[in-house]
């Protein structure tokens, strides 16, 4: 089996900046995507390959990798990005894919 | 523009088979493989696997290998989830969702999701 580990929840002040991890032994060499998703509403990706951002995903996203970690930051964080993020990679055989637990952030 | 079309709410019961599907349109859709997600009633994402809509070749999770099947009619630019028995612990939203590959799978675009009950 393959994890991806993301910390319960994270919770910003409006205008701070909040940083989702996700930790796994394969995304040295295999990308990471992050995906959005507001209550009730389908997943939207806002990184993909480990730091680029689809087209209309607001500046304020962006990813990076190093060693077994992925990272996802919202830099000024607004109320409108409160929602639960999911990090998404394969294994090292790309055999096997799975979703992190999910991250809730919290901007209050 | 993409998009992805699912169908509607089922309420099924114990026993019971179903096949829910996910229409695709705006691009090439045997160009892209299309994958399955699972997200039980307060809980995370869950990958089921992927079919490639072009020849029908699947990849399942091991967690749903043998549980479902997928399946596709690229004349109709659907794909389809099917289950043969449902159970109880099938109750959850499902998502279709168009995968691009780069070295790693990613999903780009999702369809808006079945709710699928059983209930007794």
């Known amino acids: 089996s393959y994890e991806l580990t993301q910390p319960p929840s994270v919770s910003v002040s409006p205008g701070q900046t909040a940083r989702i991890t996700c930790s796994g032994d394969a995304l040295p060499k295999k990308y990471a995507s992050w995906y959005q998703q507001k209550s009730g509403q389908a997943p939207v990706l806002v990184i993909y390959e480990d730091s680029k951002r689809p087209s209309g995903i607001p500046e304020r996203f962006s990813g990076s990798s190093s060693g077994t970690m992925a990272t996802l930051t919202i830099s000024g964080a607004q109320v409108e990005d409160e929602a639960d993020y999911y990090c998404?990679?394969?294994?090292?055989?790309?055999?096997?894919?799975?979703f992190g637990a999910g991250t809730k952030v919290t901007v209050l | 523009e993409v998009q992805l079309v699912q169908s509607g709410a089922e309420v099924k019961k114990p026993g019971e088979s179903l096949k829910i599907s996910c229409k695709g349109s705006g691009y090439s859709f045997t160009s892209n493989w299309i994958g399955w997600v699972r997200q039980m009633p307060g809980k995370g994402l869950e990958w089921m696997g992927f079919i490639n809509p072009d020849d029908s070749d699947t990849r399942y999770s091991p967690s749903f290998q043998g549980q479902v099947t997928f399946s596709a009619d690229k004349s109709i630019n659907t794909a389809y989830l099917q289950w043969s028995s449902l159970k109880a612990s099938d109750t959850a939203m499902y998502y279709c969702a168009r995968l691009v590959y780069t070295g790693t799978y990613y999903f780009d675009y999702w369809g808006q999701g079945t709710l699928v009950t059983v209930s007794s």
């Open positions: 998404y990679s394969t294994d090292s055989s790309g055999n096997l894919y799975v």
